[in-house]
Nanobody, 123 residues
C-alpha cells in the first residue's frame, strides 16, 4: 500500500500560481502511475492530470497549457505546477496512485488517495 500526503494549497488571486506537492511513502514510488484530481463544492471529482511510464503525462482540456505535472522519483514526490489560475480552478485537489502504467482518467481506477488540499482562486 502507498500513503499520500498533499500540500501547497492556499488562496491566490486570478492569474497567479501555486505548486502542489504530494509526498508518498510505503511502496516504490516509481512503480505507480500518479494523478491529480479536484472536486469543487457540489460537483463530482474530476481528472486534472496524470503521469504514467507507458503513456507519459496527460491533462484535462480545462488545464492544458496552464498546469504541469511532474514527479521526482528520487524524492518520492509528485508535483502540480498551476499557472494562470482562474476562479473556476477553485477546488480541493487530491493526488492519487495506481499500480498500473496505462492511461486512466477515471477516479475509480485509482485505489490510493491523499486527504486533499484546498485551492481557492479569487477574482
Amino acid at each position: 500500500q502507498v500513503q499520500l500526503v498533499e500540500s501547497g494549497g492556499g488562496l491566490v488571486q486570478a492569474g497567479g500560481s501555486l505548486r502542489l506537492s504530494c509526498a508518498t511513502s510505503g511502496r516504490t514510488f516509481s512503480n505507480y502511475a500518479m494523478g491529480w484530481f479536484r472536486q469543487a463544492p457540489g460537483k463530482e471529482r474530476e481528472f486534472v492530470a496524470a503521469s504514467a511510464h507507458l503513456v507519459g503525462t496527460y491533462y484535462a482540456d480545462s488545464v492544458k497549457g496552464r498546469f504541469t505535472i511532474s514527479r521526482d522519483n528520487a524524492e518520492n514526490t509528485l508535483y502540480l505546477q498551476m499557472n494562470s489560475l482562474k476562479p473556476e480552478d477553485t477546488a480541493v485537489y487530491y493526488c492519487a496512485a495506481r499500480p498500473a502504467q496505462s492511461r486512466a482518467t477515471m477516479a475509480t481506477m485509482y485505489p490510493y488517495w491523499g486527504q486533499g488540499t484546498q485551492v481557492t482562486v479569487s477574482s
